[in-house]
């Protein structure tokens, strides 16, 4: 199987999506000729032209708001915002029309929006430019929210995406997107709401989030050669959340550590762990754990390993859950 990177596997998709169904655009800041801040769009204004890759000024609010009238219309939009930071501009809209339109009007419009941009703490980035939040977006009825971590899952997750008549995040990690990996030469979608196991283990499940997976994974394989056996669950998508296979998997090892570089308060760990003290608290050997990136804003500095959490940290969680 052919290798690509995080970037490429989802611009491929976008790609031969643009191709499949013209009703799709695409308009964000310097997603023409430039080709998008991190190459998101490298290629395509050439392709398909200032029709359907729209440049915009800075007014996160105005083109948020223009593309859900595009939607609700028909149209394809996907907004890409870069920072997901900058999306809180236009996140009135957002909460009262994007996610309400089809409810409001009983199913009679759609709104087949894709909002796509980064997420994470990053090198000297920023407190404008480090965000996650997407446990904001899990609280409203009506958005799917996708996070994937593979180039395989990017692709497939992406397509699944610019195919769905709801409102869709789609969300980047800064720290995944050079990341290579297999992806299929041929035609396949990912469906929401699926996760998947991404290593395989029976003393210990991890739900890890975003980066936090080949973090995980690089920690599962030190803590194997001290006998630990550590299975890693990677949700791709929050809302809908695969619960099943988390409980699934806490059923098999009796312990549960959920690893996010998001805060803790009212987060994805929060809510994994209260679905699963709800179904599962009989399986349960030790308390539901978290590990969480610091509560406070991304500091602008080159160093922030102390804010997010690293390999050493999820491997002592990991030792602590089991001594427990």
């Known amino acids: 199987m052919r290798e690509m990177t995080f970037v490429e596997a989802a611009r491929e998709a976008l790609a031969e999506e ?7 655009f695409v308009v964000g800041e310097g997603i023409g ?27 996160e609010r105005g083109f948020t708001a223009l593309c859900t009238g595009a939607a609700a219309a028909g149209g394809r939009p996907v907004v890409d915002f870069m920072f997901i930071d900058f999306l809180a501009d236009g996140f009135g809209d957002l909460f009262n029309q994007t996610s309400k339109l089809q409810w409001m009007s009983g199913g009679r419009l759609k709104m087949p929006i894709l909002l796509r941009g980064c997420i994470g703490v990053a090198k000297s980035n920023g407190a404008h430019h480090s965000g996650n939040y997407y446990p904001f977006f899990m609280h409203i009825p009506g958005f ?20 769905s008549n709801d409102p869709v995040l789609f969300l980047e990690h ?5 990341l290579r990996g297999p992806v299929p030469e041929e035609e396949y979608l990912i469906p929401f709401g699926e996760a998947s196991v991404a290593r395989e283990g029976k003393d210990v499940t991890v739900v890890a989030i975003a980066a936090m997976v080949p973090k995980t994974l690089k920690a599962s394989e030190e803590l194997a050669k001290e006998g630990v056996s550590v299975e890693v ?3 791709r998508t929050v809302a809908p959340l695969d619960i099943d296979t988390i409980l699934a998997s806490v059923h098999k090892t009796g ?8 805060f803790a308060p009212c987060g ?15 399986d349960l050997d030790a308390p539901v754990q978290r590990l969480n990136g610091a509560f406070a804003p991304a500091a602008t500095s080159a160093v922030f390993d102390n804010m997010v959490p690293q390999v050493p940290d999820i491997t002592k969680a990991v030792r602590d859950l089991l001594a427990e």
Do not use: C, H, W
């Open 268 to 282: 994805v760990g929060a809510e994994i762990a209260a679905q699963v003290m709800a179904r599962g608290f009989d």
């Open 233 to 235: 669950i990677d949700p």
């Open 255 to 262: 312990r549960l550590l959920i690893v996010d570089e998001d």
């Open 33 to 59: 000729a430039r080709g998008g801040s991190f190459n998101t769009t490298l290629g395509l204004y050439d392709l398909y032209g200032p029709e359907r890759l729209r440049d915009t000024p800075i007014s």
């Open 18 to 24: 643009m191709a499949r169904n013209p009703a799709i």
């Open 174 to 178: 800064k720290d995944v997107l050079m």
């Open 144 to 163: 799917r929210v996708a996070i994937p971590a593979s180039p395989r899952d990017a692709k497939g997750l992406m397509k699944t995406a610019l195919r």
